[in-house]
């Protein structure tokens, strides 16, 4: 059976709530409508995969070498015993540094010994638990891991303060120069538990 990938919260009852703050009623008035799209992958082996293909580089590179890698074991879907099986120099010809492939093969291994479960077994576990669990995976941070849960998982209350659109776009609405993250955590309290829903409207307010 296909996994069914959908938001784990109605965004409606989301908006009445984050609507009594003025300053983000603001922000979701000139945003528009809240289109949260997730994106399916077919394990979270694989999405964590290609994250650690994606960091530190340009789009369309990380995509030409996402798609290389990929295309080394012939099938469909990335396996973490495909993975392990290959020479570090066949990992090495797709396009991938000294340390991704290295944290290919430790999220690869750990996979194996169930600390990287499917979809399923992750929808079982609370925010936290996950994180935990997955930043165990050398090369896997917290930021990595709270994207997961936002656009493959559709957790509602995810506030991801380390992201710096997040940060930029908060600074620019509450008229703050230098944001202090723990100002931006206790702020944020207020906006529980859709708190993800705060996060994609400042992504969109976000001017580079």
């Known amino acids: 059976m296909a996994t069914r990938f959908q938001l784990e919260f109605d965004p409606s009852v989301a908006l009445k709530q984050l609507r009594r703050d003025k300053d983000l009623k603001r922000v979701i008035n000139k945003v528009g409508d809240f289109k949260l799209a997730l994106r399916p992958n077919h394990s979270p082996f694989e999405a964590l995969a290609e994250s650690i293909v994606y960091q530190q580089l340009n789009g369309k590179v990380a995509a030409t070498i996402w798609g290389r ?97 997040v940060r930029t776009a908060y600074g620019d609405i509450f008229g703050i120069d230098k944001v202090d993250l723990r100002e931006m955590r206790q702020r944020a309290e207020q906006w529980r538990p859709y708190r993800s829903v705060v996060a994609w409207y400042l992504w969109r307010w976000y001017k580079p």
């Open 69 to 165: 890698f990929k295309g080394l074991f012939g099938s469909g879907h990335l396996r973490p015993e495909d993975v392990l099986a290959a020479s570090i120099e066949l990992l090495r010809s797709a396009g991938l540094s000294a340390a991704k492939t290295a944290a290919m093969h430790d999220l690869s291994e750990k996979t194996l010994m169930g600390l990287v479960p499917s979809w399923a077994g992750l929808r079982k576990l609370d925010d936290e638990t996950i994180i935990k669990r997955m930043t165990d995976v050398r090369g896997i941070g917290r930021w990595t891991v709270e994207m997961m849960l936002i656009f493959r998982l559709g957790r509602p209350d995810i506030w991801p303060v380390d992201d710096f659109a």
